[in-house]
């Protein structure tokens, strides 16, 4: 079974743990945790809060079997928040369990679950904190699952102990046990921004010193620009934050070497306004196509979409992209105009570098490997600007590439819509069309 590691248990540290760490699976092939019929989890939460549950056909577990049949499936879960995640998950079933509509309550319990979240805190202290929590994720991404709870628990009671000059509405956070205190502040909602901020265009576009400043100090000036833009804007997405900032740098390395500067300079503004604008009309047309046709038809038409821009990619590659991407819609259409488009941004951006982690082990096509490898911040721009990969050549068409078997109209609704885009019947189309995208 554990062969292929073998050669691991001959290396020393930390080549022995990195030789580990390349060894997992992220696509292991184990059935989806299907959640069994509430009565069911009641029953067994009953007789024993750890014991196996079954129903007809999967299996779902209560503690410690939950984080194992999680973690098999997820080999790349933030450890501690599977913790989280699993504690919220059986104190779910044990409320919803004393309830007479126990299923509806447990579907709400479950679903219903650094500068935008505290923009009254100093740069100095964010600074800080920013460092502590890049050494976490360090230390989670590398393996080191002890070192990096232990330090999540300590950058957590930093925090807490500084609440004051962080945020006002840490304390529900801080006063909760040690395995809830750290997500809650992850998922704590922004603090109100506050109502002296000093004038951010002075600072940074109207101003003369802009060139000496980014000259003298390169890196600390654009985490200022950042850090003074995102307390300023907490309806922006992380990675529009970060295109605009990126777009700053660009734009005082060319202005910087001209015989006007402040002149040149000035044009941020408008720049600013076409990123932020651009993310803004792109989330609310597909937004709008996904209320207007549901989540099953908007996926039908992304796939069409991303077969023609990606057509090399595997049928399974491109059906989970746009399983993902439904998810997304459903998840951040419902919301308000302000947050649904820091949503779509951020969450589209997770599928985008799911697509890219795909990719890296099987590489298709140069074009997805230029948009992996460049910066992550322009991943979405540059995946969108994809046109019709016009060297790509399609196989002939054949009567033999579309098999209908005989029960396709007969499968449960859920199932015939899976077969419709999986088997390579929406997929095997597209390219005979190869028309520009949407």
């Known amino acids: 079974m554990y062969a292929e590691m073998a050669?691991?248990?001959?290396?020393?540290?930390?080549?022995?743990?990195?030789?580990?760490?390349?060894?997992?699976?992220?696509?292991?092939?184990?059935?989806?945790?299907?959640?069994?019929?509430?009565?069911?989890?009641?029953?067994?939460?009953?007789?024993?809060?750890?014991?196996?549950?079954?129903?007809?056909?999967?299996?779902?577990?209560?503690?410690?079997?939950?984080?194992y049949e999680?973690?098999?499936?997820?080999?790349?879960?933030?450890?501690p928040e599977l913790l989280v995640y699993a504690h919220q998950y059986k104190e779910a079933v044990k409320e919803c369990c004393q309830g007479i509509d126990k299923a509806t309550c447990l579907q709400e319990e479950l679903i219903g679950r650094l500068s935008q979240k505290f923009p009254k805190i100093e740069f100095a202290e964010l600074h800080k904190i920013v460092d502590d929590l890049a050494n976490v994720?360090?230390?989670?991404?590398?393996?080191?699952?002890?070192?990096?709870?232990?330090?999540?628990?300590?950058?957590?009671?930093?925090?807490?102990?500084?609440?004051?000059?962080?945020?006002?509405?840490?304390?529900?956070?801080?006063?909760?046990?040690?395995?809830?205190?750290?997500?809650?502040?992850?998922?704590?909602?922004?603090?109100?921004?506050?109502?002296?901020?000093?004038?951010?265009?002075?600072?940074?576009?109207?101003?003369?010193?802009?060139?000496?400043?980014?000259?003298?100090?390169?890196?600390?000036?654009?985490?200022?620009?950042?850090?003074?833009?995102?307390?300023?804007?907490p309806e922006l997405a992380v990675t529009t934050l970060l295109r605009l900032t990126k777009d700053y740098e660009h734009t005082l390395e060319e202005c910087c070497a001209t015989a006007d500067p402040p002149a040149c300079y000035a044009k941020v503004t408008e720049h600013q306004k076409a990123i932020i604008n651009e993310s803004s009309h792109l989330i609310k047309v597909r937004c709008d196509l996904f209320e207007k046709v549901g989540e099953y038809n908007f996926e039908n038409a992304t796939l069409i979409r991303d077969t023609k821009r990606l057509p090399q990619s595997p049928t399974p590659t491109l059906v989970g992209l746009v399983h993902h991407?439904?998810?997304?819609?459903?998840?951040?259409?419902?919301?308000?105009?302000?947050?649904?488009?820091?949503?779509?941004?951020?969450?589209?951006?997770?599928?985008y570098d799911k697509l890219c982690h795909q990719h890296e082990k099987t590489p298709v096509s140069d074009r997805i490997t230029k948009c992996c490898t460049d910066s992550l911040v322009n991943q979405r721009p540059c995946f969108n600007a994809f046109g019709v990969d016009?060297?790509?050549?399609?196989?002939?068409?054949?009567?033999?590439?579309?098999?209908?078997?005989?029960?396709?109209?007969?499968?449960?609704?859920?199932?015939?819509?899976?077969?419709?885009?999986?088997?390579?019947?929406?997929?095997?189309?597209?390219?005979?069309?190869?028309?520009?995208?949407?």
Do not use: W
């Open 325 to 351: 991407f439904g998810k997304v819609a459903t998840r951040c259409c419902k919301l308000g105009d302000q947050e649904k488009t820091a949503c779509a941004e951020d969450h589209g951006a997770i599928v």
């Open 70 to 79: 999680v973690s098999r499936r997820r080999p790349y879960f933030y450890a």
């Open 390 to 438: 016009d060297p790509y050549k399609p196989k002939a068409f054949s009567a033999d590439t579309f098999t209908f078997h005989a029960d396709l109209c007969t499968l449960p609704e859920e199932e015939k819509q899976n077969n419709k885009q999986s088997q390579e019947h929406l997929v095997s189309c597209v390219p005979q069309t190869h028309s520009p995208p949407p």
């Open 137 to 233: 994720h360090k230390e989670c991404c590398h393996g080191d699952l002890l070192e990096c709870a232990d330090d999540r628990v300590a950058l957590s009671e930093y925090v807490c102990n500084h609440k004051d000059a962080i945020s006002s509405k840490l304390r529900k956070c801080c006063d909760k046990p040690v395995i809830q205190k750290s997500q809650c502040i992850a998922d704590l909602e922004n603090d109100d921004i506050p109502a002296d901020l000093p004038n951010f265009l002075a600072e940074y576009v109207e101003t003369k010193d802009a060139c000496k400043n980014y000259q003298e100090a390169k890196d600390v000036y654009l985490a200022h620009y950042l850090y003074d833009s995102g307390r300023r804007h």
């Open 7 to 67: 050669d691991c248990c001959a290396k020393e540290e930390p080549e022995r743990n990195r030789c580990f760490l390349n060894h997992k699976d992220d696509h292991p092939d184990l059935p989806e945790i299907i959640d069994p019929e509430a009565e069911v989890q009641c029953q067994a939460i009953q007789e024993n809060e750890n014991k196996l549950l079954k129903s007809d056909h999967m299996v779902v577990f209560a503690n410690f079997s939950y984080i």
